[in-house]
């Protein structure tokens, strides 16, 4: 089946403490990004990557890191979380960076991370 | 960055009734987009719309492209329980650009 696979699903931290949340895809998409959902504020983009070693900043970049060293895999990593970071956290990939029909954005389930 | 201006924020509804929502942009988009969310899932492509002045249907939806690319709207006919969620709209300016997102619709139906 193909789908976007994001790692956990739920996460509970400190703040200081580095985490790591995963996604995976098993379509060959060559584009992936991280989005952020906030209650008022929608979807934001955190950071894309058009293919493999390829990375820029999104919208709201500040206090995340990415890579991409694999086509499939397009980690998230926050070195040292806060509170305002706690959020609902969505994976999402396509084959191209421009979205249609032919391309459609595939969304992960979401990753709900709370800092304390 | 870019901005959506999407609306209403939500709607209470009755099983049946149609349903419209809208958004706006002061920036130029060359794609539109309704995506639609269930609770605990990531949001779903509904409809896409490329060109300016585009009427497209997907069953009881009908979406169109405003004619100065600013602006789009998402119609549903005879609204379904299942149609409950929250949708959102998004904007694509060239084609290496990301979606912006509006701030979502919560649909909420009425027994």
């Known amino acids: 089946e193909a789908q976007v696979t994001q790692n956990p699903r739920y996460l509970i931290t400190v703040t200081g403490k580095k985490l790591t949340v995963t996604c995976s895809q098993n379509m060959n998409h060559e584009y992936m990004s991280w989005y952020r959902q906030d209650p008022g504020l929608g979807l934001r983009q955190i950071y894309y990557s058009m293919n493999v070693e390829v990375t820029d900043k999104g919208d709201v970049p500040e206090g995340y890191k990415v890579s991409r060293k694999e086509k499939r895999n397009f980690p998230l990593i926050l070195e040292s979380p806060s509170p305002n970071q706690t959020s609902l956290y969505f994976c999402a990939s396509s084959l191209f960076p421009s979205s249609s029909y032919n391309s459609p954005l595939h969304f992960g389930n979401g990753t709900r991370l709370t800092v304390t | 960055g870019q901005q959506l201006n999407q609306s209403p924020q939500s709607m209470f509804i009755q099983e049946g009734e149609d349903v419209s929502m809208n958004c706006t942009s002061s920036s130029i988009f060359n794609t539109w987009l309704w995506y639609k969310q269930d609770p605990g899932e990531g949001p779903v492509l509904l409809i896409a719309?490329?060109?300016?002045?585009e009427l497209t249907s997907n069953g009881r939806l009908t979406a169109q492209f405003g004619i100065t690319r600013k602006d789009s709207f998402l119609n549903i006919s005879a609204s379904i329980p299942s149609d409950v969620g929250i949708y959102f709209c998004a904007g694509q300016g060239g084609g290496a650009d990301g979606l912006t997102f509006g701030k979502g619709t919560h649909l909420i139906i009425q027994p």
């Open positions: 719309l490329y060109k300016a002045g």
